[in-house]
């Protein structure tokens, strides 16, 4: 029995290592050989912080909603083997029983689909995309249907550029996933920096009928309608957005666009004065400031908050 343990564990290190040297350039760091325990396993959001007049923008890791996603363990679909190898030289029932009761409390470690799930996820927090990409097209030619791991890949293909590639690969998380709201979310903010309105707009809307407190759907819809220059539906959108969550600063600049563009001066100072509270470093809420302080017959004013926005801009 103790040998045929040994040889299952034998077996799960021989894939895990091999599944390490899969798809990893000359140079790079190596795939963590111990399990590590991850801080939270990501459906990736798009936000609006870095690309300039875009629907949506970089990504960042998600929080509380990759609960949204079926599969919560990276292999969570995947087949499982099923075949158990057979004692060589003991028939003793209470012995077996025995030894298989201490494999179940032993650790598990972890599976080929895991380790390269983690190593994608390192490789896009250390910023190496194209490392993050091969490993998680790895993952998926053994797990078609990890839909997280094909999020992550859609998303880092459109940042590079390779929004149609993108576009294919969230086609296929909905597929698997059709009710999937960071999905839908996901792929209504890139078909909105296409240009593709009434399609980003079904997305944003079927996301926001699954559930009506989707704070990042409601924010993306009201940045697809400032994009459209119908700042009066922005509005009620980007005002729901803060309702529901009142720490994104991006959804308090836009709301002060909105606000400037429909001549409520006050209320649109008020938003950017937040937004610049929530990050002092936003350029763009700085820029917004200038303008309503010159609207507000302020120019001093107005030439300090310009002045503060080129700053930053050069830095």
Request: proline share 6%; glycine share 6%; aromatic share 4%.
């Amino acid at each position: 029995m103790k040998r045929t343990a040994h040889r299952r564990r034998y077996r799960r290190r021989k894939a895990a290592e091999q599944a390490n040297r899969t798809s990893r350039p000359a140079g790079v760091v190596e795939m963590p050989t111990e399990p590590t325990e991850p801080a939270e396993d990501p459906i990736v959001g798009i936000t609006p912080e870095q690309h300039r007049e875009k629907i949506h923008l970089p990504f960042e890791i998600a929080q509380d909603n990759e609960v949204l996603v079926a599969s919560e363990k990276p292999n969570g679909d995947a087949p499982q083997p099923t075949a158990r190898d057979v004692p060589e030289d003991h028939d003793d029932a209470a012995e077996s029983d025995h030894a298989s009761n201490e494999e179940e409390r032993a650790p598990k470690e972890p599976s080929a689909e895991e380790l390269l799930y983690n190593a994608a996820r390192e490789a896009h927090a250390q910023g190496e995309h194209r490392r993050a990409i091969a490993i998680y097209r790895e993952l998926l030619s053994i797990v078609p249907i990890h839909v997280k791991a094909r999020n992550n890949l859609a998303l880092l293909l459109d940042q590079n550029g390779e929004h149609e590639e993108a576009l294919h690969e969230l086609k296929l998380c909905l597929n698997a996933e059709p009710t999937n709201q960071q999905v839908l979310v996901n792929r209504g903010g890139v078909l909105g920096s296409l240009g593709r309105y009434a399609e980003a707009e079904a997305d944003l809307r079927r996301a926001l009928e699954l559930d009506t407190s989707n704070a990042e759907a409601y924010f993306n819809l009201g940045l697809l309608m400032s994009r459209r220059g119908l700042w009066g539906d922005a509005l009620p959108h980007l005002r729901r957005s803060i309702e529901l969550d009142s720490s994104r600063a991006t959804a308090y600049t836009y709301l002060g666009d909105a606000l400037n563009h429909v001549d409520d001066l006050d209320g649109a100072l008020e938003a950017y004065q937040r937004s610049v509270e929530l990050v002092p470093n936003n350029g763009k809420a700085f820029y917004g400031l200038g303008i309503i302080f010159d609207r507000l017959n302020r120019p001093e004013e107005a030439q300090q908050m310009y002045r503060r926005s080129r700053d930053l801009a050069a830095r």
